[in-house]
């Protein structure tokens, strides 16, 4: 109940904030496919979702600065299409804080950019985490690094001056498990991955 209230103040601040001259405040909501380095399964094959809220500060030239609250789930899972192999999942819930800077282009005679692209860092706080990997579990369970940086880059196509689509790639910089022990029949660490496709309404 914190995430869904803290929501929702963040909401009303975005709100009042759009209304003043430069800043703007928006809600943001998606999906997204996720993989983990190290976890001995290949490719983005964990999908879920991030919804949030975001406000953001618009320069007289042509850069913006967006900060965004989310509730982003990221992992991994081997997929059922391996029949030999058991399907297992990693699933680490965060509470995400991206900072990010974007370039606007290709204004039309209506007013507004179309086209926005950005980067930036983010902070992650682990919420809770479920791992249904027999081989990892009882090791990552008790080892994770519940804080994580990444960086992230995309671009946003607004359709109209308040609806827009956005893409982006989130690549942690910290490892979210670091082997501490030796034995070579396990990953020496861990790395999260990200590829999200999202939709987002400015007030």
């Known amino acids: 109940m914190r995430i869904v209230h803290t929501l929702a103040l963040i909401s009303l601040l975005a709100i009042y904030g759009s209304a003043q001259s430069n800043f703007t405040g928006g809600v943001i909501a998606g999906g997204s496919l996720s993989q983990i380095t190290g ?3 290949f490719g983005y094959n964990k999908p879920s979702y991030l919804i949030g809220v975001k406000a953001g500060y618009k320069f007289k030239s042509r850069l913006n600065l967006e900060v965004e ?3 982003n789930t990221k992992g991994s899972s081997r997929g059922r299409q391996y029949n030999y192999l058991p399907f297992w999942t990693i699933e680490f819930n965060y509470i995400e804080i991206p900072l990010l ?6 204004r039309d005679a209506r007013g507004f950019y179309h086209l926005v692209f950005y980067g930036g860092l983010s ?3 682990m919420l809770d985490n479920k ?5 990892y579990q009882p090791l990552l ?3 994770l690094n519940e804080n994580e940086w990444s960086f992230i880059l995309g671009a946003t196509y607004n359709i109209t ?3 827009g689509i956005t893409a982006r790639y989130n690549r942690a910089i910290t490892k979210v ?3 501490d022990f030796p034995d070579v029949r396990f990953s020496n660490w861990m790395k999260n991955y990200q590829i999200s496709l999202a939709a987002q309404y400015m007030f």
């Not at 800077?101 to 290709?106: C, E, F, I, L, N």
């Open 177 to 179: 498990w670091v082997k």
């Open 39 to 41: 976890d001995e399964a």
């Open 131 to 135: 791992i249904t990997n027999p081989k």
């Open 101 to 106: 800077v974007g370039y606007k282009d290709w």
């Open 161 to 163: 001056k308040n609806l």
């Open 141 to 143: 369970e008790n080892k």
């Open 69 to 71: 609250f989310l509730y």
């Open 123 to 125: 902070f992650a706080k």
